[in-house]
C-alpha cells in the first residue's frame, strides 16, 4: 500500500515496465487481496477466542528507495509467504481451519508468480516449495516489526554478503552475530533447502558457494552439523541451525512473459551477421535489502532481509562474430512483436 502511494506511472516505467499499467493493476490486486486476508484472519482468531496481536509497527522505508528494490523485496516476501502458510499448515489440527488457510495459500502462490515475472525471472522455478516453521520465518522478516512481542522465538537472521554476480559455483559468505568467531567455522556447514529436495545440500561453511543444477529460491542455512536438514518440518533437526535462514533466488532464464513486461532490464539484442535475431533480458545481477533496526520490544530479530538474483543470457556468454548492442523498451517490444508474429 505505502508503494502504490509513494510511486508513480513514469517510477514504473523507469525501472524498465513496457507499460505502468502492467505492474500497476497487479500490486493493487496483490493489496486488495491481502488486505482482505488480514481482515479474514483476525476475525477467525477471535470468532474461535483467541487474541490478535496489537500495537505492531512494520517499518518497510529501507524497501522503498525505488520501484526495483521495491518489486525485488516484494519478491521476497511474498516466496517468504508462501513457506509461511506451508509450514503453518502443520499447526493446525482442524481441518475446516487447514482448508481455509489453504483457500489463501494457493493466492499467496498466484501472488509469488506474478512478483518472479514482474521481477523479470521465472514464473515458475520449481515443482515445489518450501515449509518454513515460525522461527524460520521471522528470521527472515522479524527485523521490520516493531514494537510488539508474537511470543515466537526468532532464529538468528543470516546476512548475505555478495559485491557480484551469484551464479552456479559462486563462493558464498555471511554475515551474522551467531558467526561472532566463538565457533569455529571449520565445524560449522552451510546448507541449501530447495523446493523438491528431500534433504537440504550440505558444504562445509569455508568452502560454501552456489550448487550446481539448482534454480529458482534457495533458503540457506548456517549449521553445527553437517547432517542434511530434513526438507519437512517434522523432521528437520532444527536444533542444529546457527543462523537462518536467508533466502536467494538463482534465475537462469527469464520467460517470455516476463520479457514482454519488463523488456527494460539491460535490454540487449545480440546478432550474428545472419537473418537470426535473439533477444536477451538480463535481470539486476545483485539487490540487497536491508530493514529498519528494529525497537527493543521488537520481535527478537535484527534486520536480515536480503536477496541475490542472477540471470545468464547470452550477451555474457563470448562468442566469436557476435555483437552486443543496447537497444530501447519500444526496440525490444518491436523484436518480442516481430518475433510472435
Do not use: W
Not at 551477421?273 to 545481477?285: D, I, L, Y
Request: proline residues 6%.
Amino acid at each position: 500500500m505505502q508503494a502504490l502511494q509513494k510511486f508513480n506511472l513514469s517510477d514504473f516505467t523507469a525501472a524498465g515496465f513496457t507499460s505502468p499499467q502492467i505492474p500497476l493493476q497487479q500490486f493493487q490486486a496483490i493489496a486488495t487481496d491481502e488486505s482482505t486476508h488480514a481482515t479474514t484472519l483476525q476475525l477467525a482468531i477471535n470468532a474461535l477466542g483467541g487474541e490478535t496481536i496489537s500495537g505492531c509497527t512494520f517499518d518497510v522505508s529501507s524497501l522503498l528507495t525505488d520501484v526495483s528494490t521495491m518489486v525485488a523485496a516484494a519478491r521476497l516476501v511474498e516466496n517468504v509467504g508462501v513457506s509461511a502458510y506451508l509450514g503453518a499448515l502443520t499447526l493446525i489440527n482442524d481441518t475446516v481451519l487447514s482448508t481455509a488457510a489453504a483457500t489463501i495459500m494457493t493466492v499467496e502462490a498466484r501472488h509469488q508468480t506474478i512478483l518472479n515475472l514482474l521481477s523479470g525471472a521465472t514464473a515458475i522455478p520449481q515443482a515445489f516449495d518450501v515449509a518454513l516453521n515460525p522461527s524460520e520465518i521471522l528470521a527472515l522478516t522479524g527485523g521490520l516489526i516493531s514494537g510488539c512481542s508474537l511470543g515466537i522465538p526468532a532464529n538468528v537472521p543470516l546476512q548475505l554478503n555478495s559485491s557480484g554476480p551469484v551464479l552456479a559455483g559462486t563462493e558464498l559468505n555471511f554475515t551474522s552475530t551467531a558467526l561472532n568467531g566463538t565457533l569455529s567455522s571449520t565445524n560449522l556447514s552451510c546448507q541449501f533447502l530447495a523446493g523438491g529436495l528431500s534433504a537440504a545440500i550440505v558444504q562445509p561453511l569455508c568452502e560454501c558457494s552456489v550448487p550446481q543444477n539448482v534454480t529458482g529460491p534457495l533458503y540457506v542455512f548456517v549449521t553445527n552439523s553437517s547432517q542434511p536438514l530434513a526438507n519437512n518440518i517434522r523432521d528437520a533437526a532444527t536444533g542444529t541451525i546457527v543462523a537462518g535462514p536467508t533466502l536467494i533466488f538463482i534465475d537462469y532464464q527469464q520467460d517470455a512473459l516476463a520479457m514482454a513486461a519488463r523488456p527494460g532490464l539491460n535490454s540487449t539484442v545480440t546478432t550474428n551477421g545472419t537473418s537470426t535475431t535473439t533477444a536477451s533480458f538480463a535481470a539486476p545481477t545483485t539487490i540487497t535489502l536491508a530493514s529498519a533496526t528494529p525497537s527493543p520490544s521488537a520481535v527478537s530479530a535484527t534486520p536480515s532481509l536480503s536477496t541475490v538474483s542472477a540471470t545468464l543470457s547470452p550477451s555474457t556468454v563470448p562468442a566469436q562474430g557476435i555483437v552486443t548492442t543496447t537497444i530501447s523498451p519500444s526496440q525490444a517490444s518491436a523484436i518480442l512483436a516481430s518475433m510472435s508474429a
